[in-house]
């Protein structure tokens, strides 16, 4: 059977899926159960927390159980989960911004992460971000408007890998201080997804109901 995937370009627009933005973490070589435990663990919290399963929820509908939970959905973290191809994926719901530490832990035993995620309603404002590990080391990781006002200063992580996403940024004619930043991000989505084989079905996130956690108090 085909599977029939989308690739990653559809989060640059605006509000791709929800208010404040996208976190959106993917992982090769975990079960979604697996990956949302991992994403429990790096919380940054006082208190461990862990993946407490809620049922399938659209997103609007895991928003409106959050909101019942905590009197406000952002005062809660939720996810819903699924796969795509050899891709288990994350999506977070709620308060998220800035309450994850670094992923290098959940791409332990051998395991591929990426990392997108974007504040869209950041006031300062904040880029969207790329992050790649495997088996707990960087691979690369750069801001997706690739702006010098934020530190770009090319792709961090390992020196082939960063070099070889680098090569593809230069010959995209990127950065491009003078391109709308939505277009490079757009841009900058294309050249990620081709170089790590990611994919991210839009319809089940956007539209569907997909398996849903709360990230509680363990």
């Known amino acids: 059977m085909v599977v029939m995937t989308d690739g990653t370009t559809w989060l640059a627009a605006p509000q791709s899926i929800a208010f404040g ?5 993917l992982a090769r070589g975990l079960s979604p159960e ?3 435990d991992r994403l429990a663990a790096t919380l940054l919290y006082e208190a461990e927390h862990s993946a407490e399963a809620v049922g399938e929820h659209t997103g609007d509908s895991l928003l409106e159980l959050m909101d019942n939970t905590y009197g406000d959905p952002f005062d809660g973290i939720g996810l819903r989960l699924g796969r795509a191809g050899d891709w288990t994926y994350a999506v977070a719901y709620g308060g998220w911004p800035g309450e994850f530490g ?3 832990p959940v791409s332990r035993d051998g395991v591929h992460v990426c990392l997108l995620e974007y504040e869209e309603e950041n006031g300062k404002p904040v880029p969207p971000q790329f992050e790649y590990f495997h088996d707990g080391r960087l ?3 750069c801001n997706l408007h690739l702006d010098a006002s934020w530190g770009y200063q090319g792709v961090d992580g390992d020196p082939a890998t960063a070099a070889r996403l680098q090569e593809m940024f230069t010959a995209a004619g990127l ?3 003078e391109r709308d930043e939505e277009e490079v991000h757009r841009a900058a989505l ?3 997804e081709k170089l790590f084989g990611l994919s991210l079905p839009k319809d089940p996130i956007v539209s569907g109901v997909l398996p849903a956690v709360l ?4």
């Open 215 to 218: 990230l509680e108090p363990a």
């Open 102 to 104: 670094p992923l290098a």
């Open 139 to 141: 691979l690369s990781a």
């Open 190 to 192: 294309i050249i990620v």
């Open 175 to 177: 950065p491009d201080p």
């Open 34 to 36: 697996e990956l949302a």
């Open 21 to 25: 933005g996208y976190r959106v973490v």
